[in-house]
């Protein structure tokens, strides 16, 4: 069946959550796509999001260096939610760590999992 | 740092994504907590979601048998988003299949990637 990015389920603004996994199974970060970053990430292979804050396409990795090529692009059973399995150049999360889940909890307190990586 | 589900930022309907992930590093659905979701989770080591259609908690599993014992329970670094390591009782979605995404897009058409599990 031919993918038609208008037949997935955004939200009332009019986006999609998209997790980010790297090809090692890591989970990286969780954003946001609306229809046309699907397009444009399905078409370069590179991961773009829309970001809310700046109200604009966000090409992952376009001032960092932190690209995320895309390896594989898929669809949930409710066409509610994306993942992308990617390659990932360095960190995927702004304060430099490889993932933005650089955080758990344990026994009730928060703990660091994960160190910022070397510039 | 002691954990206060209240610290966590949830959206206009009170609500934050959460992706299960198994201890293995498939990723097998993403669904919604609110604050006492999370605090039920934590609690009772048993993965509990807001149900949106349902408006109600639900203890994945609970009916199905399908339940979701919690591992590790992460953050990430905007604190909107939840990345539970789960052990995972049989399938994850309700399809049967042992993960939600079961979809690809591949060349410009849809492909399904998993069958349903045996009952």
């Known amino acids: 069946?031919?993918?038609?990015p208008t037949t997935l389920k955004y939200d009332?603004?009019?986006l999609i959550p998209a997790i980010a996994q790297s090809e090692t199974g890591e989970v990286l970060m969780m954003a946001w796509m609306?229809?046309?970053a699907v397009q444009r990430t399905l078409d370069s292979g590179r991961v773009t999001y829309w970001s809310r804050s700046r109200q604009a396409f966000w090409v992952k990795g376009e001032t960092s260096g932190h690209v995320q090529r895309l390896l594989e692009f898929r669809i949930d059973c409710d066409r509610d939610c994306l993942l992308m399995v990617v390659e990932q150049e360095g960190p995927a999360c702004h304060t430099n760590r490889r993932s933005c889940f650089y955080t758990a909890v344990?026994?009730?307190s928060e703990v660091e999992l994960m160190a910022p990586m070397a510039p």
Chains 1, 2 share one sequence.
């Open 1 to 4: 069946m031919a993918f038609d």
């Open 12 to 14: 009332a603004n009019g």
């Open 34 to 36: 609306n229809a046309e």
């Open 106 to 108: 344990r026994d009730g």
